[in-house]
Nanobody, 126 residues
Framework: QVQLVESGGGLVQPGGSLRLSCAAS????????IGWFRQGPGKEREGVSC????????YYADSVKGRFTISRDNAKNMVYLQMNSLKPEDTARYYC???????????????????WGQGTQVTVFS
């Protein structure tokens, strides 16, 4: 049974940092693209960043380039999202998703995934 579990969300002031973690189990790790997605109040779900577990290629939404960094630890079946210089508009529920043989750009742009976690809340407030 595939399971994705996010952690690391919380409350932070503008300019602060958080590190989100996604723990995956039950997947054949090498075949997947893992992505971070978010959905803010009254907004559609959007792809933030995606990474190919196999070759490490990445994609970032324009809104987070230069501030967020996605990484993976294949030994632990973990994907991380380091978020720096957080802004109030980054406030959202962040989800981890896995798409089998997904293209890193398309997975993010289409906000697609075969499996989804329950999400973790990130709130950036003054």
């Amino acid at each position: 049974q595939v399971q994705l579990v996010e952690s690391g969300g919380g409350l932070v002031q503008p300019g602060g940092s958080l590190r989100l973690s996604c723990a995956a189990s039950g997947v054949k790790w090498d075949y997947y693209t893992i992505g971070w997605f978010r959905q803010g109040p009254g907004k559609e779900r959007e792809g933030v960043s995606c990474i190919s577990v196999n070759d490490g290629s990445t994609y970032y939404a324009d809104s987070v380039k230069g501030r967020f960094t996605i990484s993976r630890d294949n030994a632990k079946n973990m994907v991380y999202l380091q978020m720096n210089s957080l802004k109030p508009e980054d406030t959202a529920r962040y989800y981890c998703a896995a798409e089998r043989l997904g293209d890193v750009r398309l997975t993010c742009v289409m906000a697609s995934g075969d499996y989804w976690g329950q999400g973790t809340q990130v709130t950036v407030f003054s």
